[in-house]
Structures are given as structure tokens and as C-alpha cells.
């Protein structure tokens, strides 16, 4: 066939062809969709997008809908080795709940059971949490553990802002290397940018060996992001909660954005967990395995607090905290009170929180009154109708803002740790949280939020529905990007 006929027969036959082909892409996309959407109202969306957009639907579909993130880090997940401790010395048997806190001991029961099924770690016996209120509190205690240390320090977090707390930690990580401890950090790729000059760089100038979660080059997995807290000494001391280390968290400290938080250190099995965690999660940032007693020191009973560490991201093959908070709120029998900054929950945990208010369940959800991220807080009060409707009940707390992060239930469990009532956390970034079974530690917590509501103001459906059109206009559409804030 001559040239001037090939010619002649693609402008014969092109519309026929490019009709084959976007309609062979565009079914491929809507098969593609039905069988991996777990959203049907997603899957509906995309499959007659698809098809009554033949050829754009598919393109679309191929750019947006198809979801990279898990696939990514499921990806990365195969190049994790899986720590795991022997702590069957300290395991202890979910039953044993129902003795234990008698007469309530079934429905902890139920919330520990429900946990099994999705984190392969044992409940832990005989651990001691104490309870860090503000920088004021905690960062001392962590330096301080920092000081003492002799065998090992291992620290992650999404913010390390090198101000004036930043620089009094290196300078302690950095004696802490010059004396032969040694001190793994990992930080967060975008959350060290917070602030400049980068705390990466002068740890590394110090000889503090210190890489960062997933370099923001990779544009493919940009969304994966590490907002764990953890920070282990010697393996037998451990900090976790909500505090990134920055000089805002020191309220009596001038600060633009003054922010209250909770922390907490921990002592006993539990510190075990944090340990297993962090050494995964330094594989894979770097490809060294931390193994051996310089890392995982022997562990002792220090306290009667029962724990068990749940880690989550996109990685797991179910997400851990939204199914923890959903087994906590429908096991609940009095009340279940919650302290978030971010209050962004789907359908299915909106629902779990008008189901139990109904049942007669005495939900409170204490949130900012002004949060530090606008577009998140318009978005937040457009969707607090679904629980206030239900008998759910919002305050709100005055300045300083409050980053804290705390669950109770029934004054018997408790959930401490990095998780947002939010998207973002609770299906895209690496969290861990602890759980806790313990009717003293959850009482301390009950505490700090009573403290929170004598100072806070409750939100009703009046209130909510007498905003101005158009800010109500402008929430519902801060709203629908909800899924990405």
C-alpha cells in the first residue's frame, strides 16, 4: 500500500478506529472502577461519568480516579520487615477483660475483639502511662529522657521546627551521639519544611543520623506522609500523642500560634510496640535494620494499665482507627467523649455517632473554636448538622487553639495518640495511636476534659442553621474537598 492510500484510508477509517478504541478504554475504566471502588456512590459516579463521557471520562478516571496512594503504599509495605517482639510474657488473653472490669467487662470485650480482627498486636499488661499537659510539660520530660540515655534514642514526628525548643533538642541529640549513644531520627519530608532553616540539615552537621519519610521529589507518593509521634529511649521509655516538637506547644512561650496538647510517656510492654513501629518505618525510609539489645532492651511490668499500640496508613489492609473508633462508639453503654482539632468524620462514623446519641449514649465532641486551618474548620461546621441532629453534642473551646487528640469511653477505655477525626488521617497518613483499658489513666483523661468543658461553648442546630447563605454557601463547597484536606 502506497503512501497517498495509507493516507487515504486513515481518513476513510479514523473516526471507526478512535470509536473502538475510546469505547474499548472507556468499558475497561468503568470494569476498573465497579471492581475496585469500595465506595458505591464513587463507583456509580465514575462508571456514568465514564460512559456517558466516552473517550474524557475514561482520561479523567485514568488521572483522578484511579487510587495511586494505596496502591503506592501498599507497594512499600512489601519492602517492610515486620518487627515483632516475644511479649507473650506480657500478652494478655481479650477474656480476661470481662473479669477484670466487671460489671462493664463485655462491652471492653466487644471494642477489644473488634481491634483483633484488624492489628496483629496483643493486648499488653502491667504498663505505666503518665500524662504530659503542653510543652510546658512534656518537652522537659523528653529532653530529660534524652539526657539519660545510654544505649539508644529513636524519635519520629511530622514537624521539627528548629526554633529555640528545636535547637535545645538537637543540641541534646547531638551530645547524646558524642557520648556513644545511638540515635536514629526520622522526620516527616513535608512537615520539616515548616520551618526554615531545615532541623534536617543541622542534625545531619551535628553527626546525628537523621533521614526523612519519603522525600517530596516522589511525586507519586506525595500524599503518604509519617504523622506519627513516637519517641523511644534506651527501648524501655517511650513518648507518644500529639505534640510535633516546636516552640508553639510552650504556651508561656511567645508564639504566633499559641497551641495547647497533650503527651504522654509511657514505661512497661508497650514500649515494645513503639519500638516495633519506628524500626519499620526506619527500614524502609533507609534500608537499615535495627535489630539486637542496643535497640530492644528487655522489658519489665511498670504500672496496671492494659495497652496495645495500633498502627495505621495507607499500607494496612484495613483501616485500624476508623474501625477502633467505630467498635468503641457502638460498644458504648454511658457516654463517649471525644477531643479533636479536626473534625471531618465520613458517613460511616457520623453515623455510628447518631446511632449510639439515639440509643441514649451521651456523646460530647469538643473541638476549636477557631482552628488553625480555615478552609478545614468551614468544612468542619458544614457537616456538624449530621450528629447535632441526632442529639450529638458540640462545643466549642476558646483560645489557644487545642491540637489535642484524645477518646473515652465509659470511663474504662481510652485512645491516645497522632489520629485526626479527619480524612487525611484516617485513610492517608501513617498514624499511631495507643489504646488503653484502665479505669485510672482513663479517668485522668475524663479530667482533662471536664477541664475543657467549663470553658467551652456548645454549638446547637439553631445555631448552625442560622449562618448566613452565603457562608453556608462557602462551607458546603470547603465541604466537598473535604476528602483531601
Known amino acids: ?78 519492602s517492610r520487615e515486620k518487627f515483632r517482639l516475644s511479649l ?64 539508644s534514642i529513636t524519635l519520629v514526628t511530622y514537624i521539627f521546627s528548629y526554633d529555640a525548643l528545636g535547637r535545645a533538642f538537637v543540641d541534646e541529640l547531638a551530645l547524646a551521639v558524642q557520648r556513644g549513644v545511638h540515635v536514629r531520627i526520622l522526620i516527616d519530608a513535608v512537615g520539616v519544611r515548616y520551618h526554615f532553616p531545615s532541623v534536617y540539615r543541622m542534625l545531619r552537621k551535628r553527626g546525628v543520623p537523621t533521614a526523612l519519610f519519603i522525600p517530596i521529589h516522589h511525586i507519586s507518593v506525595f500524599n503518604l506522609r509519617t504523622h506519627r509521634k513516637i519517641c523511644v529511649i534506651d527501648g524501655q521509655i517511650g513518648f507518644t500523642g500529639g505534640m510535633n516538637i516546636r516552640v508553639n506547644h510552650v504556651l508561656s512561650a ?61 499500607d494496612e489492609t484495613s483501616h485500624a482507627l476508623a474501625w477502633a473508633l467505630q467498635a468503641a462508639i457502638s460498644s458504648a453503654k454511658k457516654r463517649v467523649r471525644i477531643v479533636t482539632p479536626y473534625f471531618l468524620p465520613d458517613m460511616a462514623l457520623a453515623t455510628a455517632l447518631g446511632v449510639a446519641a439515639t440509643r441514649g449514649i451521651e456523646i460530647d465532641i469538643i473541638i476549636p473554636a477557631r482552628n488553625n486551618l480555615r478552609l478545614v474548620q468551614w468544612a468542619s461546621v458544614a457537616q ?16 489557644p487553639f487545642d491540637h489535642a487528640k484524645l477518646m473515652t469511653v465509659d470511663g474504662r477505655w481510652s485512645l491516645i495518640g497522632s489520629t485526626n477525626w479527619d480524612p487525611r488521617s484516617l485513610r492517608l497518613n501513617f498514624e499511631f495511636n495507643c489504646e488503653a483499658y484502665d479505669t485510672h489513666f482513663t479517668a485522668k483523661l475524663d479530667a482533662l476534659i471536664e477541664e475543657r468543658l467549663t470553658r467551652a461553648r456548645r454549638l446547637n442546630l439553631d445555631e448552625l442553621q442560622a449562618r448566613p447563605l452565603p457562608v453556608r454557601i462557602r462551607d458546603g463547597l470547603a465541604r466537598l474537598v473535604s476528602p483531601y484536606l
Open 88 to 151: 507473650s510474657a506480657f500478652s494478655m488473653p481479650v477474656e480476661e477483660l470481662n473479669l477484670k472490669f466487671q460489671p462493664d467487662g463485655e462491652a471492653l470485650v466487644q471494642i477489644a475483639n473488634a481491634v483483633s480482627c484488624v492489628v496483629n498486636r496483643p493486648l499488653l499488661a502491667g504498663n505505666q502511662i503518665d500524662v504530659l499537659e503542653n510543652g510546658e510539660e512534656a518537652f522537659p520530660a523528653m529532653l530529660e529522657a534524652i539526657r539519660q540515655a545510654q544505649h
Open 384 to 399: 456538624l448538622w449530621q450528629v447535632v441532629t441526632f442529639g450529638c453534642r458540640v462545643w466549642v473551646t476558646p483560645p
Open 1 to 78: 500500500m502506497q503512501e497517498d492510500q495509507v493516507f487515504e484510508w486513515i481518513l476513510n477509517y479514523w473516526p471507526y478506529v478512535f470509536t473502538v478504541v475510546t469505547s474499548a478504554l472507556s468499558l475497561w475504566a468503568a470494569f476498573h472502577a465497579v471492581l475496585w471502588k469500595r465506595d458505591v456512590r464513587s463507583a456509580l459516579g465514575w462508571a456514568g461519568l465514564i460512559l456517558l463521557s466516552p473517550g474524557v471520562g475514561a482520561v479523567l478516571y485514568f488521572l483522578f480516579g484511579i487510587n495511586r496512594v494505596r496502591r503506592k503504599a501498599m507497594a512499600l509495605r512489601a
Open 254 to 314: 511567645p508564639s504566633p500560634m499559641p497551641t495547647a496538647d497533650v503527651h504522654f510517656r509511657l514505661e512497661g510492654p508497650i514500649v515494645g510496640q513503639l519500638q516495633e513501629v519506628f524500626a519499620e518505618d526506619w527500614l524502609f525510609s533507609t534500608g537499615e535494620s535495627l535489630q539486637g539489645d542496643r535497640w530492644f532492651r528487655p522489658l519489665r511490668i511498670s504500672g496496671d494499665v492494659i495497652c496495645r499500640g495500633i498502627a495505621d496508613g495507607p
